[in-house]
């Protein structure tokens, strides 16, 4: 197989990726809405839509699973499909594949320049509700295939691959995890690809190599038992406020780092070079904050970018607090309770069940002389994830990304995480993150589009990708 | 006049004080509830009661004052009674004396013993709402005047005396500030005697000598314009929050002192001797901790007790404070604003005025790098007052005190302030508490009470107390 095959396959077979019942357009017109009950029925449609075309690729297995209640016993979520194709080559690794069909709702529907749901093209654009999230970003792939096998004269693909793409995925991933569980030896694999990610712009391809984890919990502080008044008691009395302030004021030090005891213990350092192929980024900072962000300054731990902050560093984030009168007016109490919620971004290798415990010991130093201090997490949290730059895996999808835009790749990162950590975490294997979206693409807003050349070089990379991850030896 | 002169007269006609259509249990049994508009016509059938009971003591100026709208055009407010009695003594001193004729509502009406309003007399409880706070504490004053013409052999009292008793005092004095500046010159004395106070404890006669003033604000933060996705810009967006958290922390140092620049400047200092009084009085600390404020522990200033931190010292409370995301569950989120309501009690001689400058500069310090800081005053605060242990009123009511109880009389504080403080503003003139409630009265509570032995006691420091005061030099 050679570049230049690869993208002219594509490019003959670009019509038949987009066009018509079988194409993104006929997908796009399913309005599988998860988070809407009334669109359950299209959640399903859109699925069984989506296994007759793995079938008509040539998948030897499809199935549509369904997910269920946490017993199992009856399904209440929304399906998800699996699809396998076993390499004729008996030691070829094995990748699965994840993405998602279902999509979100369309609220404001008046700022549509087109119907969500008639996928409309524009010159380069197509827009429609789950144009590049996720439905064009899981159906460049079959082209991929497609042409993977054209262009090397397979019968089946070099890498046994797996398919798994969910249905609940803008609706909070609620059956995922369990999902993943129930099927963990079925998913088995040596190396997850999400496609459900952007490039960092048009100009500067990218992969993601690592998202950040997180935990999150609630803090507590009981005083006296009644609100005060704080004239005759004021002074006197501790005040849940101000020792919830000073809780809270504590987590960071002057320098903005937190201060909770062994927390960055386990946090992998930024290489050099890594930290150099960020700053080689055309990151425009300015416009982050203003415009993005719609801030007016940037704030954080001394001696990072803010790429670095929001990609490679650990938070604690207040995220909510209360306590006392709230109302208009004036009430001059000393309140009998003070609450916040603070989250933790983790980046790895921290363990959110770690961070759990230093947090607890930080919370416990603020229960005594009349305060109870109590903390409770909302769950076991979710693991960062990091694929180092040197893991032969990431090497072999750059070389993909490379052939198929022709540039340099560069590296990023996420600062946030979805239900792909739990992928890692299930099934212990590394994540690539092979997206094409573009930053600008609206998703989760009107008007969201796919460019369809960039559509086109998606399908591209998953030709090559193929290859390049059966050249990996198996770990 | 004899102290056994003044003893026998208000034992021989303590009857009259208490019994009958026009004694205390005919007064208390008028439910002049002014937090209720259906019982405004209760509070102005008080008023004319108090009235009828003011001119049959012989006051030749007795009226019914109504108060009003802001601009005084109409009544909307609830009646307070003016009298005056000039003395025949044209050097003699001018008192005003203060109380209030209305009363504290009576839920929950089912943990009263006996009906709010059928006044109740078991051994040498009166039981009612009112009766101490305050128509028992006006009430004794007419008995003690009678004394102190009968034994005095006076046509007119030794003092010219002013009465002015609001009918808003439980529901916030809301016309009570505007009523005295319409009436400044009428009112216009050398000492303002306030009877709506408790004496230390039953054992233990005192005299408040102080209250602290008060200012309070609204302190606003804004960040970001929208919530920001804690995990795409956390950790390099100014927190609003985490910032609040600081500002709040940062009022007071590791000793419990407020930081804000200047604060202490004004303060008088606890003399020695004050310090030593309050030290001998019988304070129950733990009593005061565990069942009166239903706290599990102290806090505050370092180097001061309880009872001066709460009498003496000024303080910095966030009475409360509220952002982000505050609902069940977790919403990770850099929200866009947080805010605090703050108070300041303050000790004589601060300023509210002034400290509201420091606190703006204070909040000031805070308004940068993407963090917009505002702080919003509730009205011009309430200033501290404060009578020097020296003051010769002071001296003259403890005199007269001393003689009814036959006791040494002790010196306290309130750490909270009522419109009393208006009076002491207004008419520029020093405040004299005397009152003779006992601390479990159970004002605002079921089963208020007023100890009848308590209620002669204040009939005969009232009578001396003209006496005294006349002897004072006019300042």
Redesign the interface.
Known sequence: MTNDAIEQYCREHFDELVAGENGLVGWLQIPSISASPEHAGDVRRSAEWLAARLRAVGFPTVEVWETGSLDGSTPEGLPAVFAEWPSDDADAPVVTLYGHHDVQPVDPLELWKTPPFEPTIVGDDLFGRGAIDDKGQVLFHLLGLQAHLATTGRTSPAVTLKVIVEGEEESGSVHFRRLLEDHRDRLACDVVVVSDTSVFDRDTPSICTGM?G?T?C?IDLH????D????????????P??V?????????DADGRVTIDGFYDRVVMLSDRERELFAKLPFNEHGW?HET?????????AGYS?LE??WA???A??????????GP???????TD????V?F?LVADQEPLEVQEAVKDYVARYD?????ATVTF?GPGVRPCLTPLGHPALQAATRAMEKAFGKEIRYTR????GPEADLADVLTAPVLFVGVGLPDDRIHAPNERVVLSQLRLGAQVAAHLWSELAEVKRT
Chains 1, 2 share one sequence.
Do not use: C
């Open positions: 950040r997180l999150d609630q005083g006296p038992d009644v005060l008044h704080s004239g005759s008691f004021g002074g006197a009395v501790p005040n406020l101000a919830m302030a000073d809780l809270l004021a504590g987590l960071h904050v962000a719609l801030s007016r300054g940037t704030r954080g731990e803010t902050r929001i560093r650990p938070t984030e207040v995220n909510g607090m209360w306590g006392g009168y709230t007016g004036h009430k001059t109490i000393v309140p003070a609450h916040a919620k989250s971004r005594r002389d009349g305060i109870t909302s996420e600062g946030g995480s």
